[in-house]
C-alpha cells in the first residue's frame, strides 16, 4: 500500500470511528425523554403561540447553539442568539433553549434566571439532568447522554497507548452529538411547521 493510500485509508477509519461514537450517544439508554422530541415539542408550542426563541451556550456549545438559530430562521421562526446586540428582551411566552452539557455553567445559570424571571420558558440541554441546577432553572430537560469535559477522566489514554482509533477529547463527544441533535431536530421541524426546503432557502442571507 501506498503512502497516499495508507494516509487516506486511515482518515476513513478516523472518520468512521469518530461518527459511530456519535451515533452511539442516540442509542443510550435514558430515563428522560429523547431529546430530539423534546425540542421539537417545544419549538412547535413556542411557534403555535407566537413565541421568539432564545439560544444560550458557551465556547464550543455556544457555537453549536448558533448553528441551530441560524436553522430556526431559516424556518421562519423569530430566533435569536443571546448576547447579540439585535436581539430583543426575553417576555412571557418566548422560549430560551440553553445547553451545559456537564450540567451547569454559572453564566448559564444566570441567563436562565433572567428569561424565567421574566417569563419565559426555559429548555436546559444537559448531559446531566439530575443535579441541582436543571431542576431549579429549567421548566424541562433536553437529555443528551454523552461525554463532556466533566467526565472526560481519560481522555488522553488512548493516545498515550498508542492506540490507533480516534477518540474525541473533552467535550467534542457532546459538542459533535448537539450537531447531528440539531440536524435531526430541523428536518422534523420543517415537517410540522409545513416548511420546504425552497421556503427554507429562501430566508438565507444573500449578504456574503
Not at 131 to 148: I, N, S
Not at 175 to 190: S, W
Request: hydrophobic fraction near 45%; aromatic fraction near 4%; charged fraction near 15%.
Amino acid at each position: 500500500m501506498s503512502g497516499g493510500d495508507a494516509l487516506s485509508s486511515a482518515t476513513a477509519a478516523d472518520a468512521s470511528a469518530i461518527c459511530a461514537q456519535i451515533a452511539s450517544v442516540f442509542s443510550t439508554p435514558s430515563a428522560q425523554p429523547p431529546a430530539r422530541s423534546v425540542l421539537v415539542s417545544e419549538l412547535a408550542a413556542a411557534a403555535s403561540r407566537g413565541g421568539r426563541v432564545f439560544v444560550h451556550g458557551v465556547g464550543r456549545e455556544g457555537l453549536m447553539m448558533r448553528a441551530l438559530c441560524m436553522r430556526l430562521a431559516h424556518l421562519g421562526l423569530p430566533a435569536h442568539c443571546v448576547g447579540d446586540v439585535t436581539a430583543p428582551p426575553a417576555l412571557s411566552g418566548d422560549l430560551l433553549i440553553a445547553s451545559a452539557g456537564p450540567g451547569t455553567f454559572s453564566t448559564v445559570d444566570a441567563i436562565c434566571g433572567v428569561a424565567r424571571d421574566a417569563g419565559a420558558r426555559v429548555l436546559l440541554l444537559t448531559a446531566r439532568p439530575e443535579g441541582d441546577f436543571p431542576g431549579r432553572q429549567a421548566d424541562v430537560v433536553a437529555h443528551l447522554p454523552a461525554q463532556t469535559m466533566a467526565d472526560d477522566e481519560d481522555g488522553g489514554a488512548a493516545a498515550a497507548q498508542g492506540s490507533s482509533q480516534a477518540k474525541l477529547p473533552m467535550g467534542s463527544l457532546y459538542e459533535g452529538a448537539m450537531f447531528v441533535l440539531f440536524e435531526m431536530v430541523v428536518l422534523e421541524l420543517a415537517r410540522v411547521l409545513g416548511q420546504s426546503p425552497a421556503q427554507m432557502r429562501a430566508r438565507h442571507t444573500n449578504l456574503e
